[in-house]
């Protein structure tokens, strides 16, 4: 199941949201958790309009459906207990008097979640990608054609002409080393199921691993955009990239570097992937320069432990990675 136009409005909104989260709250209705039996399609509908009716005099309120039926609501300015009546509301129309037996996308057992953007938008953030995950059905992804070298040109093209904005997410990487985890960083990458839902719906990038690794560098600069635009406007302490060690000793990579601001030097983490380096050792000293010339930290990623005698350890900033996930 491809991404549906709600959905691809919805993660539009979140982006927004994330620049500017002050008093704004997501309400995320679990409609999809409805007993069986229920006609859940006319209950949405009902409860899209119920939800704007109730709302109407917030001067921010929208209502998202996605492809599963649960219901995004965000909204602003519109009292707890009014949010909260509506949204009891809402769960009594589905369940009736029965009540949620399973976890939902946020380990609780409830029908609905209402999320403070300040604090919560990365939980929403990772329950929606969790629903689209689930909206994919597994067969469908093998059954779709590898992408073959003669649309290699004109799909990288296309790339490069295209704002990615809407398939670049972030994901924080913690760091284990200390009695309480702590985010070390926010993490940059590219979906490649959202670009092939975007692109190319019926054709598998990563079928051919040759292929997709030949658009490695248009995902590089999608990203490079993406972080010297938004970067700025973050409050997390560092930020990563993934980029691969020819990338780093790049134009486009020196590019990136100059065109950030100075208040941001010693902030970007270069993950550059175990293989990668294996692949390129003999580019491993330079980029190491290169990283320290600019102020930037070097991050092996896709290692489950680490000795600290082992021949990288001069690299100036570690990240331990247990499992390494192309979303």
């Keep these: 199941m491809r991404v549906t136009e709600a959905e691809r409005q919805f993660l539009h909104e979140m982006h927004a949201i994330r620049k500017d989260p002050l008093g704004k709250r997501i309400i995320h209705v679990f409609a999809s958790l409805a007993p069986q039996g229920v006609d859940v399609a006319k209950r949405v509908e009902w409860a899209g309009q119920y939800f704007a009716k109730t709302f109407a005099k917030s001067p921010y309120c929208q209502v998202f459906v996605a492809s599963n039926n649960d219901i995004f609501v965000t909204y602003s300015h519109v009292p707890i207990a009014t949010v909260l009546a509506a949204c009891t509301k809402v769960e009594k129309t ?56 003669e649309e290699l040109a004109q799909f990288g093209e296309n790339l490069r002409k295209s704002n990615l904005r809407n398939c670049i997410f972030n994901q924080p990487v913690y760091c284990i080393s200390e009695k309480v985890p702590t985010i070390e960083y926010l993490e940059f990458f590219v979906s490649s199921h959202m670009i092939e839902d975007t692109f190319l719906p019926d054709t598998s990038l990563t079928a051919s691993p040759w292929l997709f690794h030949s658009l490695k560098e248009h995902f590089d600069r999608a990203v490079f955009k993406v972080v010297a635009h938004e970067v700025p406007e973050y409050r997390h302490k560092s930020f990563a990239i993934n980029v691969s060690l020819p990338m780093i000793l790049s134009r486009d990579f020196a590019d990136f570097c100059d065109g950030l601001p100075s208040r941001l030097a010693g902030r970007i983490v270069v993950e550059v992937h175990k293989t990668d380096i294996v692949q390129h050792y003999g580019l491993f000293r330079d980029a190491l320069a290169l990283a320290g010339e600019k102020g930037l930290k070097i991050a092996v990623d896709g290692l489950a432990s680490l000795s600290r005698q082992g021949r990288f350890r001069q690299c100036s900033c570690w990240a331990i990675r247990a499992s390494v996930e192309c979303a």
């Design 94 to 149: 589905f369940l009736d008097d029965g009540v949620v037996s399973v976890r939902n996308a946020y380990g609780e057992y409830a029908f609905y979640k209402v999320a403070d953007a300040v604090k919560d938008l990365d939980r929403v953030f990772t329950a929606f990608k969790s629903l689209l995950a689930q909206s994919q059905p597994e067969p469908d992804r093998f059954a779709k054609r590898p992408l073959c070298p």
